[in-house]
Structures are given as structure tokens and as C-alpha cells.
């Protein structure tokens, strides 16, 4: 036997900022026949980064993003290998700054790269999800 449930007459949800970046409670809470409470709580976080240029220098590389409206700051990874093992992992604190120049690298070496986003909310930060990882060999 199934009992459906309707909101509004058996339960209400209610939210608590739950349209920006950052941790969003929810509360539902029975009424008429049904007592109790549930408070459960989710992130909402930045969305998806995307690399929109990746260019080869001496020695190194530039990339070009994507800003983010909510973003406050950005993570670029690169590495000699795609599982990104031994990676180096630059923080970018400056939501302004799009693009940027990696130098001092081997020469003639394929580098993997990957960026995503950060908001910061309260002294809490909330990664979007890296973009897909694109190669580039660096000239010599």
C-alpha cells in the first residue's frame, strides 16, 4: 500500500538562501496528520570552469578562462602526466585575472592543464568542478 503525500497540506519546505554560492539548510516539517521535522543541508557551488585558449611559449605555456560572475578567485593545475600526480598548483586570488603565462618549464615536454573556480563565502571556500584537462608541448 502507498500513501501519497501532498506539500502544502502534509509538509512545507523551507530554505534559507538558497540562490548564491554557498551552504543552503532546508527544513521540511510535517503538518495536518503528519508531525516532526527534517533539516538537512546542500552546497551550491560555482559552476563549471572552461579553458577557452591554451597556447605554447618557450618554455612554458599561456591559458585563457572563462570568468565566473560568482567566482572570487581561480586554481590553475598543471602537470607532466594526465592523473595529474606531482602537480603544481597555482591560486589565483584576483577574480579579475583571466589569464596568465606559466614560464621556467621543461622545454619540448607535453604539460597537462586543467582550472576551476572558487567563491568564498564566510571564510569558506566553494570549488566549481575543474574543466576538461587540455595539453599543450612547450617549444624549445
Avoid: C, H
Avoid at 509538509?11 to 532546508?26: D, F, L, P
Amino acid at each position: 500500500m502507498f500513501y501519497y503525500i501532498d506539500e502544502g497540506t502534509d509538509y512545507t519546505v523551507s530554505y534559507s538562501a538558497n540562490t548564491k554560492v554557498g551552504t543552503v539548510e532546508v527544513t521540511i516539517t510535517g503538518t495536518g496528520s503528519y508531525t516532526g521535522e527534517i533539516k538537512s543541508s546542500f552546497d551550491i557551488l560555482p559552476a563549471k570552469q572552461q579553458i577557452q585558449k591554451l597556447e605554447t611559449r618557450f618554455k612554458g605555456f599561456f591559458i585563457d578562462w572563462a570568468q565566473k560572475g560568482s567566482a572570487t578567485g581561480y586554481e590553475v593545475q598543471y602537470a607532466t602526466n594526465s592523473k595529474f600526480t606531482g602537480a603544481k598548483k597555482l591560486d589565483v586570488a584576483n577574480n579579475k585575472t583571466d589569464k596568465m603565462t606559466i614560464s621556467k618549464l621543461s622545454a619540448n615536454k607535453k604539460y597537462y592543464v586543467k582550472v576551476r573556480s572558487y567563491t568564498l563565502v564566510k571564510g569558506t571556500k566553494y570549488y566549481g568542478e575543474w574543466s576538461a584537462v587540455k595539453s599543450v608541448t612547450t617549444k624549445k
